[in-house]
């Protein structure tokens, strides 16, 4: 169910990944079904699967809730946990349970909706097999969040909703791990949020319009970079921290996807003028509506790469740029 593309040149590795080519169109159904093998952490370079890029509250079938997933360094950071992002992690080929840190661009709900079960459910794992076959071990250790105000609050509060839930499988009938159920929470400013073994999360400030603080974020690996935007209209700041960045990863909405766009997104205009002034090595819309005519009105203001958002769509960046498509 894998189509790669290689963004800046022929890929050797191309024979080997394109198990699949050649089907026109994604369905949702198509999505629904397909789940890719359970997958390594790689230890070198960085990788990008977008898991939801759906834009904002409404159900969607072929687009879920907004939620990245970074692997580097052996690491996997997950950036929102928008509905669904548990369902395209087993998709992706990656137990709940293999998550222990999440970071929150900010805490409109369309971006935190899912947590709950990555909470819970990544601490039970899947003991009696997985979709993939064989079961998986819950999380023994805490799961950590980055967010802005407001996160520590809501992690708490999480604890108390599911406090019957937790007491039951810590405490009296299954006996999960403790700190498997341990949340530590961190509301952040700007700056260095981790940096850990080469690898470095910044979290920056972005502008959400009357919705304050809100982040975006840039993780540097071995000399390799993203910037993911959160949601935002044009930002300066976001255009400073994302200087030299090889994939940067922005949101769009245009008047068609949401009437009150200009408030507090980016057009594809200014997302176009955006990627020109950065001029990434790779531009990858998220948050955005999965059409042509994002692209052609985005096609007016920039020339360089681009790619459209598409759940569960993979970049693998190093030397080269790949580009995965999951399901097409
Ligand atoms: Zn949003
Ligand atoms: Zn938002």
Not at 111 to 125: A, R, S
Not at 243 to 255: C, P, R, S, T
């Given at each position: 169910m894998i189509k790669i593309v290689s963004v800046t040149g022929a890929c050797a590795c191309l024979a080997i990944l394109l198990a699949h080519a050649g089907t026109p169109a994604r369905t949702p159904a198509a999505l629904e079904q397909a789940v890719a093998s359970p997958r390594e952490a790689k230890p070198e370079g960085l990788r990008v699967t977008l898991l939801g890029t759906g834009v904002g509250p409404p159900v969607r079938l072929d687009q879920f809730g907004a939620s990245t997933l970074v692997e580097a360094g052996g690491k996997r950071l997950l950036f929102d946990c928008g509905r669904g992002a548990t369902i395209r992690l087993v998709q992706a080929g990656v137990p709940t349970s293999s998550i222990s840190r999440v970071f929150l661009?900010?805490?409109?709900?369309?971006?935190?909706?899912?947590?709950?079960?990555?909470?819970?459910?990544?601490?039970?794992?899947?003991?009696?097999?997985s979709v993939q076959g064989g079961s998986v071990p819950g999380r023994a250790v805490p799961l950590e969040v980055w967010g802005p105000d407001g996160t520590r609050d809501m992690m708490s509060a999480l604890e108390t909703a599911f406090a019957f839930d937790i007491h039951m499988r810590r405490d009296v009938d299954e006996k999960l791990a403790?700190?498997?159920?341990?949340?530590?929470?961190?509301?952040?400013?700007?700056?260095?949020v981790l940096n850990e073994r080469g690898v470095k999360v910044t979290a920056f400030i972005v502008d959400h319009g009357l919705l304050a603080p809100a982040f975006g974020y840039r993780v540097d690996y071995r000399g390799h970079s993203v910037v993911l935007s959160g949601d935002t209209r044009v930002s300066e700041n976001l255009i400073t921290f994302a200087?030299?960045?090889?994939?940067?990863?922005?949101?769009?909405?245009?008047?068609e996807t949401n009437r009150e766009a200009a408030r507090r997104h980016t057009t594809p205009e200014q997302a176009g003028e955006l990627f020109t002034r950065v001029k990434p090595r790779?531009?990858?819309?998220?948050?955005?509506?999965?059409?042509?005519?994002?692209?052609?009105?985005?096609r007016k203001t920039y020339s360089g790469p681009l790619q459209g958002a598409e759940d569960l769509l993979m970049i693998e960046i190093g030397e080269k740029i790949d580009v995965r498509h999951f399901a097409r």
């Open positions: 661009t900010h805490l409109h709900s369309d971006h935190v909706l899912q947590l709950p079960d990555l909470l819970l459910t990544g601490w039970v794992g899947a003991p009696g097999g403790a700190d498997g159920i341990t949340v530590i929470s961190h509301d952040i400013k700007e700056g260095v200087q030299g960045v090889d994939v940067l990863v922005h949101e769009v909405a245009d008047a790779l531009a990858v819309y998220s948050h955005a509506p999965d059409t042509e005519r994002v692209i052609v009105q985005t």
